[in-house]
């Protein structure tokens, strides 16, 4: 093996390193973009799960919920128009 040999396997080795250095780059980026992408896609699931639940209430017309906040409010306020009335006079002791 003369030294023009040796010069060639060495330059030959080199871009093979070079080649699978770039490859497992290419390899990481490539497998950063999937994570992402399905990080976004859980991200949307969650979405469309809170646009369908908005939905749902907005759809069924009045909510039950709704209804016993609005009891609670009309309870609240007829307590407070009940009763004795509380005079504040004052008394010389």
Do not use: C, W
């Not at 906040?69 to 007829?78: K, T, V």
Request: charged share 25%; proline share 3%; hydrophobic share 45%.
């Amino acid at each position: 093996m003369g030294p023009g040999e040796t010069f060639a396997a060495i330059a030959l080795a080199g871009v093979a390193i070079g080649l699978i250095i770039a490859a497992t780059e290419v390899f990481k980026h490539f497998i950063a973009y999937k994570e992402k992408q399905l990080g976004a896609q859980g991200d949307q699931s969650a979405l469309e799960e809170r646009v369908r639940v908005l939905e749902r209430i907005v759809t069924e017309g009045r909510n039950p919920l709704a209804d016993e906040i609005e009891a609670l409010r009309d309870h609240r306020n007829g307590a407070m128009d009940a009763g004795v009335p509380i005079a504040f006079t004052k008394e010389r002791v």
